[in-house]
Every structure is written in structure tokens, then in C-alpha cells.
């Protein structure tokens, strides 16, 4: 089964600091996804690459970046913290985007900006 | 832009029932539909996955139907245990990234 790994599951941080989350997956997947989850609003898609060193936005990209140096790896950046990026941040992955091709995710992390 | 809506937002059954969870969304033209579980704090997992020119998809006692001219997908689970228990989400692929989730319905499955 993929695996999809992220480093953390809970983290407190404060405002202004700048904060790395890190999403690893284990099955050679070309597409790489980070979305944030919060209440009511659902799943919204902040960036996602298909390939080492692309990267697109999504539809919430303001006040993030991203890495993806390796295939495995990517990193979502949070420049300098606010309080309204606390959320639950998925990273997810999937192989090349066909129509028979499942997302996979990570456990989350839980980020809360102080 | 596709929109799509999962009512109710939170169901609750006595263990046993066989039940429907439903998922409507605007935009016909899907690549794939998928449904998720999802447990409290953790990240989603995939259920089942619908391609747009399939009609339906089992896996154990779950039933995922798809419906593309009527924009709705029903997710049935027989017997349903507390296990069971969770937020249930889809989702709708209209090709490559372009994938929109819903908000869930909340299942929760009184023994």
C-alpha cells in the first residue's frame, strides 16, 4: 500500500514564525498535494506539483510556498505564521492524475498559530 | 465551478441498519468520482473510486453508485457497525488536479 508520511501531527507555533511542513511518499506518485481542512469549509487545495521542481497553485495559495526537490518529498512553507492558518494541513499523492488513479493522504497535521 | 453537497451533514443509526450516504455535484463532466473515510484528527482515506464511465463499485459491504446525468453518487454500506463510525466525504475529479470535496456526513453507528 502507498504511504504517505507527515513528519508531524501536532504543532504549535507563533505568529510571524516561519514554519515547514514536511509530506513524503513512499510510491514513486508524480502528483503531490497540500490541502488544509477546517470546519464547514471542507478540503481546499493549496498548492500541488506534478513533478520535481513544478509546483501550481491552487485556490488558497496566499501566504504559503512549496518545495518539491525530490520526487518523494514535498514541503508546504508558511512564511510568517498567522493565526488564520491554523487548520488541519493534508498532503496527498497520487501517481499521474489517471481516471482509475486513487488519492492517497497523510494523517494530517494539526497547526495551531498562536 | 463544480460545487458538491453532501446531506445530511450528520446521520445517526442503530448497528445493523443498512444505510445511504449521499453526494450530489453541478458539473457533469467528471474524470472520476471517490469516496473517503475519514476518522476524527486523522487523514482520509480511500474507499472506493468510481471512473466516470462506470455506473457502480462494491468493496466488502460497501456499494458506491454513480450517476453522471443526474450529478449524484450514493455510497451504501450494508449492515452498518459501530466500527463504521466516521465522516464520510467525496470527492469529484474533473481531470488531472481538479478535485473538488464535499463536507462530509458524520456517521455515527449506535450499538
Known sequence: DVKVTQSSRYLVKRTGEKVFLECVQDMDHENMFWYRQDPGLGLRLIYFSYDVKMKEKGDIPEGYSVSREKKERFSLILESASTNQTSMYLCASSLQGGSNEKLFFGSGTQLSVL | ?111
Open chain 2, 1 to 111: 465551478k463544480q460545487e458538491v453537497t453532501q446531506i445530511p451533514a450528520a446521520l445517526s443509526v442503530p448497528e445493523g441498519e443498512n444505510l445511504v450516504l449521499n453526494c450530489s455535484f453541478t458539473d457533469s463532466a467528471i474524470y472520476n468520482l471517490q469516496w473517503f473515510r475519514q476518522d476524527p484528527g486523522k487523514g482520509l482515506t480511500s474507499l472506493l473510486l468510481i471512473q466516470s464511465s462506470q455506473r457502480e463499485q462494491t468493496s466488502g459491504r460497501l456499494n458506491a453508485s454513480l450517476d453522471k446525468s443526474s450529478g449524484r453518487s450514493t455510497l451504501y454500506i450494508a449492515a452498518s457497525q459501530p466500527g463504521d463510525s466516521a465522516t464520510y466525504l467525496c470527492a469529484v475529479s474533473g481531470g488531472y488536479q481538479k478535485v473538488t470535496f464535499g463536507t462530509g456526513t458524520k456517521l455515527q453507528v449506535i450499538p
